[in-house]
């Protein structure tokens, strides 16, 4: 792993890392990804790198290390949702040689007995979510002692009852040499959680390095942080008195109900753990008289929670997030949503609010940095954070306006709040559009900060600050990833905005000395065993070497070596793609009429296994012979296109039974028909017990049996 190779035709003699798993001329030799890669392998590690350092490169170079040194052994790579799991394995699959079948993915929507397979199955490394891996485990389709190795990226939520929690647990009590790689840009300065994740992880050494850090100083471009304060307008400063003043109110009537609460010094942190601790005791009480005194209690504290949020809109967000919120209460039937409406304050704010339409000026300030910033580089990419989808909705709208804008949204998938969230295919379409340049403003909730691949920008804004220094650390390192970049941090004047920009920072700077701490505290673990060693032998890399064309590209010449090699990749690709065109399809007919954008396309076929080379030669064979249509970036199957052209909307067909030469079908869930071999165009893989699809059919009597052709099959319903 610590072997260097020289690059050629680089010409600035770039360095490779060099090892017997790692493709050669991929891995950019960095010191301290190799340093942390050699001190991770053999025992637990936590490894701390900011956002853009190249966790996955460490990650996949502790992977190479294991698969090389333990012939047969198999790795188990997790992260948190299924791009994040999707994203994992194209980056493997781009670093280290696999050949087929050696690495395969899984998420809910693989079916358990597919599941089982995989587990069960000869494929050197498994990405998953972590939910599959642990119901599997408890339903038994799965031994995680069989692994080597498992990786957990993210790895700072491993607290309380989260999934990673329990699936170490049964690692560390299955295996007889455990080895956890866990990954994470920001565990937090919170000592206390650091120390449970490191727990329920069973670290036994960390490995923490950041901008400062002398091994990584080379690699990184410097990244200017810079505040931007503006103040409040006097609309705004009467509209946060309103809220104030009924804020004070409902605290001091909580404080004279007895509740440990400080009118004065009011927090959202104080309110929420005042929650908590009125539903413990709720729990516990079990005379009615003080049940239903501690419930009114309760109730003053859910609507003070929600005074306080109202007051963060005002003061960070705009009234137009703040009267949003304000609609969507009226429109809801929560209790403490009615006891605030009955507030004597309630309706002249809510007048005023409806009344006013002055911006809030750090949308004001925004827009003047967006300008400036293309007026002086055409070419830049500004990622915009804010933690409101009312309030990217909203700023999207006003940046519109701006010459030289293009302006994009990114959003969770789970709608709220009356706001539709954007499916997978629609994340991964805005994030190629801003790769392309076909937008070069991206405003975006959290979702962007945690782990996806998004494209690197010129400019990070945070809309406000935030007090989570996690978060702060995985916005800032959105930018200064191949250039120096900016960071602005939009604030308004006494106000929250400046509570949380000093808590955030002032977090950040305290982590470092944390993991010094924290560092010096963990033991190594008792092992039974020594750590196993049986290398993998030279006939069997070179095998390797074949199966995966590495062998050519090792060599410098260029000639005949090469062109046999990429002649060999040509027919390998189009032998898979034959076998993967049916699977796709079938994918396809899921989609129906709506169709499958390429991303979502891609990473649905990686779920099953199927490289990305693959997939592209499999749908591009669908599109030539007719069964797809293309339309721009998405794949749509053509008979679902040619249903939809022609408005008949066909007859779902379910498969009651399956005979010898025929099946028994359901049309419609009215009229049982008979199917036979002849009379069916369409998947085999669909002729079975369950089976349902909606298609294009024409029934008919024959010998006094109703019967059914069915033409084209339109749609596979799940």
């Known amino acids: 792993m610590e072997d260097r190779?020289?690059?050629?035709?680089?010409?600035?003699?770039?360095?490779?890392?060099?090892?017997?798993?790692?493709?050669?001329?991929?891995?950019?030799?960095?010191?301290?990804?190799?340093?942390?890669?050699?001190?991770?392998?053999?025992?637990?590690?936590?490894?701390?790198?900011?956002?853009?350092?190249?966790?996955?490169?460490?990650?996949?170079?502790?992977?190479?290390?294991?698969?090389?040194?333990?012939?047969?052994?198999?790795?188990?790579?997790?992260?948190?949702?299924?791009?994040?799991?999707?994203?994992?394995?194209r980056s493997f699959r781009s670093i280290l040689k696999l050949g087929e079948g050696?690495?395969?993915?899984?998420?809910?929507?693989?079916?358990?007995?597919?599941r089982v397979a995989v587990w069960r199955g000869g494929a050197r490394i498994v990405f998953s979510t972590p939910e599959v891996v642990r119901n599997d485990a408890l339903e038994g389709r799965l031994d995680l002692g069989s692994f080597a190795l498992l990786v957990f990226d993210e790895a700072h939520r491993a607290v309380k009852e989260y999934a990673y929690t329990e699936i170490a647990r049964e690692y560390v009590s299955r295996s007889a040499y455990p080895m956890i790689l866990a990954m994470t840009a920001s565990p937090g300065a919170n000592p206390e959680r650091m120390e449970e994740?490191?727990?329920?992880?069973?670290?036994?050494?960390l490995e923490y390095r950041d901008e400062e850090d002398p091994d990584v100083r080379p690699y990184v471009h410097p990244v200017d942080v810079r505040w931007r304060r503006v103040r409040l307008p006097p609309i705004y400063e009467e509209i946060s008195s309103m809220i104030h003043s009924m804020l004070r109110r409902r605290v001091e009537r909580l404080r004279a109900m007895g509740a440990r609460v400080d009118p004065e010094h009011v927090t959202r942190r104080a309110l929420i753990e005042l929650g908590e601790e009125l539903r413990?005791?709720?729990?516990?009480?079990?005379?009615?008289?003080?049940r239903s005194r501690l419930f009114e209690v309760l109730m003053n504290q859910s609507v003070a929670l929600t005074l306080f949020?109202?007051?963060?809109?005002?003061?960070?967000?705009?009234?137009?997030?703040?009267?949003?919120?304000?609609?969507?209460?009226?429109?809801?039937?929560?209790?403490?949503?009615?006891?605030?409406?009955?507030?004597?304050?309630?309706?002249?704010?809510?007048?005023?609010?409806?009344?006013?339409?002055?911006?809030?000026?750090?949308l004001l300030e925004l827009r003047d940095l967006v300008s400036a910033q293309l007026s002086s580089n055409p070419s830049s990419r500004i990622l915009v954070f804010t933690q409101y989808r009312d309030t990217v909705a909203h700023a999207a709208e006003v940046l519109a306006g701006v010459p030289g804008v293009r302006v994009g949204t990114f959003v969770g998938q789970a709608s709220r709040g009356g706001v539709r969230g954007m499916s997978q295919e629609e994340q991964a379409e805005a994030i190629a559009a801003l790769e392309r340049g076909?937008?070069?403003?991206?405003?975006?909730?959290?979702?962007a900060e945690e782990g996806l691949d998004i494209p690197a920008v010129d400019h990070v804004v945070f809309y406000e600050p935030i007090p989570s220094e996690i978060r702060y650390i995985q916005r800032r390192g959105r930018t200064g990833r191949r250039a120096p970049g900016k960071v602005t941090i939009l604030a308004a004047e006494g106000t929250l905005d400046e509570v949380y920009l000093y808590a955030s920072t002032a977090r950040a700077k305290r982590m470092r000395r944390v993991m010094g701490e924290l560092k010096a505290a963990l033991r190594p673990m008792l092992r039974t065993e020594p750590p196993p060693e049986d290398p993998m032998t030279e006939e069997?890399?070179?095998?390797?070497?074949e199966a995966t064309g590495a062998a050519a590209e090792a060599e410098a010449e260029e000639g005949p070596a090469v062109a046999a090699t990429a002649r060999r990749e040509e027919r390998r690709v189009s032998r898979e793609a034959a076998r993967a065109a049916r699977r796709i399809y079938s994918l396809l007919l899921e989609a129906g009429e709506e169709g499958m954008g390429r991303e979502e396309a891609l990473m649905r076929a990686a779920e099953e296994g199927i490289e990305e080379a693959v997939a592209e030669a499999a749908l591009e064979r669908l599109v030539k012979g007719r069964m797809a249509t293309r339309r721009g970036d998405s794949y749509v199957a053509s008979s679902a296109a040619r249903a939809a052209e022609s408005g008949?909307?066909?007859?779902?067909?379910?498969?009651?039974?399956?005979?010898?030469?025929?099946?028994?079908?359901?049309?419609?869930?009215?009229?049982?028909?008979?199917?036979?071999?002849?009379?069916?165009?369409?998947?085999?893989?669909?002729?079975?017990?369950?089976?349902?699809?909606?298609?294009?059919?024409?029934?008919?009597?024959?010998?006094?049996?109703?019967?059914?052709?069915?033409?084209?099959?339109?749609?596979?319903?799940?």
């Open 309 to 362: 949020h109202m007051l963060e809109l005002a003061e960070t967000q705009g009234i137009h997030t703040l009267r949003a919120f304000v609609d969507r209460m009226e429109e809801d039937d929560k209790r403490t949503h009615a006891i605030l409406m009955g507030d004597p304050g309630f309706a002249a704010l809510r007048e005023l609010v409806r009344s006013v339409d002055a911006e809030h000026p750090k």
């Open 438 to 447: 076909d937008v070069n403003v991206m405003v975006s909730t959290s979702i």
């Open 540 to 545: 069997e890399l070179r095998r390797l070497d």
């Open 102 to 114: 050696d690495a395969a993915m899984l998420t809910g929507r693989t079916p358990p007995e597919d």
């Open 197 to 205: 994740v490191c727990r329920n992880l069973y670290v036994e050494a």
């Open 648 to 718: 008949e909307a066909g007859r779902e067909v379910e498969i009651e039974k399956v005979l010898p030469g025929s099946a028994v079908v359901i049309v419609d869930g009215k009229w049982r028909a008979r199917l036979e071999p002849g009379d069916f165009n369409g998947p085999r893989e669909l002729i079975r017990r369950g089976s349902r699809f909606v298609a294009s059919v024409y029934l008919y009597r024959s010998g006094g049996v109703l019967r059914i052709r069915v033409k084209e099959v339109v749609r596979r319903i799940r």
């Open 280 to 290: 413990y005791a709720l729990e516990a009480e079990s005379v009615e008289e003080e």
């Open 5 to 89: 190779e020289r690059g050629r035709g680089q010409g600035r003699g770039q360095e490779y890392v060099q090892h017997p798993l790692v493709k050669p001329r991929t891995v950019e030799y960095r010191e301290y990804q190799v340093n942390i890669a050699r001190a991770a392998y053999g025992r637990n590690a936590l490894v701390v790198l900011p956002t853009a350092l190249g966790k996955t490169v460490i990650s996949a170079l502790v992977v190479a290390e294991v698969l090389y040194r333990r012939r047969g052994s198999r790795v188990l790579v997790m992260a948190p949702t299924r791009p994040l799991v999707a994203q994992h394995m």
